[in-house]
Structure formats: C-alpha cells, structure tokens
T-cell receptor
Framework: SQQGEEDPQALSIQEGENATMNCSYK?????LQWYRQNSGRGLVHLIL?????REKHSGRLRVTLDTSKKSSSLLITASRAADTASYFC????????????FGQGTRLTINP | KAGVTQTPRYLIKTRGQQVTLSCSPI?????VSWYQQTPGQGLQFLFE???????NKGNFPGRFSGRQFSNSRSEMNVSTLELGDSALYLC?????????????FGPGTRLTVT
C-alpha cells in the first residue's frame, strides 16, 4: 500500500509560474525525498529532507516538511518547459531502511 | 561516475515463462533495490540487497526473487509470469552504509507479458 498521498494528481501551469505539489504520509519517517520521472523513464533524485528539518532549498526547488501534520510540499519556482514530468514523494521509514515508500505522484505540465 | 545501468531495456514474454533482469549499480555502491511500477499500483518496493544478502523485502509473492553478486551487480527473476507482471522494473543503488540516503535509479526495464 502507498504511504504517501500526493495532491494534486495533475497540475498544468504556464511557463514562468510557480508550481506547488503536496504530499501526505501516514507513519513516522526518517526522511522524505522528492524524485522526478520523465515519461516512464528512471527516477531522478531532487532533494532530501530529514525528519528534524523544516525547510530545504536547492536551486529553484523549495521543500517543506511538517512532521506534526505528516505532510510535505515541493515548490518549483519560475517553471520551465523542461520541468514537465511526474513528481513523486518517497519516505524512508527508519534510518538505514533503504526502502522507499512512494506516493502516487503529481503529473506536472508546463505550457510554453 | 557511470550511472546505474539496466539490461535489457525492453522485454516481451508470454505467460508462464520466466525472466531475468540485470542491474549494475554505480561504482562503489553496495546496496541495490528493486521497484515495480505499474499504472494501477504505482511504485512498489520489491527487495533490497546489500553485500550479497537480501536485507529488506516487500510484499510480493515468491515468484519474484533476486540475488546480488560480489561486484554488487544484481539480478531479479520472475518465474511463471502473469499478465499482471507487465510493468516497468526499476533498480536503484546507494552506498547502503548510512553515509547517504539518496537512491540513484536506472532507466528501467519495461516488461510486457502477453
């Protein structure tokens, strides 16, 4: 069963706008990670946030984590056509688990 | 460093056959995990190998098995294929020693069972 629920399932915006995706999970976690997947290919790791962190930045990406609400959000600023992809959150339940539990993903489309 | 490689990239099999997929991790990575991705169930964890030992296992039937070699390369095998086994199979590697938690994924093997 899926640990995470992602919202929205699909998002379509204009190039240059910001995109926000949300992820909720059910159990305590060690860390939460976001991945990108282009058209049924392999996943690319974007960013990891540990359970004791609240916010993290990487380039145009900003991730927040609220462990009290068991939720996370991924913000992509100044979107580009190349950002069109599916985005997945994944949780690692405990340190060293090496087992990621994925959400169903958000399909993001950037319109030129 | 070279990325994670998977072979073959595409495979077509018939029901009842068996299949073996291969994964070569990033050099120096000792952990290899396998995931199944389908439109209905999404991404699901199959198992993880570290230093030739299965360390974690997901909720898949015994028809799904794997192994890891001394050079960290891994194979997964699916016996008695069913139509529902059609999926994208992804492997991912990581150091596995707690030094880093990010996983690096290969391009996947797309298996079609007819």
């Amino acid at each position: 069963s899926q640990q995470g629920e992602e919202d929205p399932q699909a998002l379509s915006i204009q190039e240059g706008e910001n995109a926000t995706m949300n992820c909720s999970y059910k159990t305590s976690i060690n860390n939460l990670q976001w991945y990108r997947q282009n058209s049924g290919r392999g996943l690319v790791h974007l960013i990891l946030i540990r359970s004791n962190e609240r916010e993290k930045h990487s380039g145009r990406l900003r991730v927040t984590l609220d462990t009290s609400k068991k939720s996370s959000s991924l913000l992509i600023t100044a979107s580009r056509a190349a950002d069109t992809a599916s985005y997945f959150c994944a949780t690692e339940l405990f340190q060293g688990a090496q087992k990621l539990v994925f959400g169903q993903g958000t399909r993001l489309t950037i319109n030129p | 460093k070279a990325g994670v490689t998977q072979t073959p990239r595409y495979l077509i099999k018939t029901r009842g056959q068996q299949v073996t997929l291969s994964c070569s991790p990033i050099s120096g990575h000792r952990s290899v995990s396998w995931y199944q991705q389908t439109p209905g169930q999404g991404l699901q964890f199959l198992f993880e190998y570290f230093s030739e030992t299965q360390r974690n296992k997901g909720n898949f039937p015994g028809r799904f098995s794997g192994r890891q070699f001394s050079n960290s390369r891994s194979e997964m095998n699916v016996s008695t294929l069913e139509l529902g086994d059609s999926a994208l199979y992804l492997c991912a590697s990581s150091p596995g020693d707690g030094s880093s938690y990010e996983q690096y994924f290969g391009p996947g093997t797309r298996l079609t069972v007819t």
